[in-house]
């Protein structure tokens, strides 16, 4: 809500699907660009810059942590990225220069919030 533009990164094809029909439906199409590829491709070959990173790998695996780890050049200075991890996944409290700001627990979810130290 509120964002000029959104990069949509997904690597399986129905939830790719699932974004386009939604962004359709809410007329959000123009503010969007959807990317069917891996997510750590996407990061090592984009310029993009961001002010707000939501990052849901699948859990079990160290998507996450790789994720954290590519980000730290596409993040802006003032930027967030929010992790979603599941509840017994420990992350570390810093990656390079992110430090979690806040965690949050919700049932069997877990939410990080990382920012530059």
Do not use: C
Request: without cysteine; proline residues 3%.
């Amino acid at each position: 809500r509120g964002a000029k533009h959104a990069d949509f990164v997904e690597y399986w094809l129905p939830a790719v699907k699932i974004i386009r029909k939604n962004l359709n439906l809410t007329k959000l199409e123009n503010q969007a660009t959807v990317f069917y590829e891996d997510s750590i491709g996407f990061l090592k070959k984009s310029n993009s810059q961001y002010d707000l990173v939501f990052v849901d790998p699948p859990y079990n695996t160290d998507l996450a942590l790789q994720a954290l780890n590519s980000l730290q050049e596409r993040l802006k200075l003032d930027g967030t990225i929010i992790v979603e991890t599941g509840h017994i996944i420990e992350m570390p409290g810093t990656v390079g220069e992110l430090s979690v700001q806040r965690k949050k627990t919700y049932g069997d979810t877990a939410i990080w919030f990382y920012k530059y130290a």
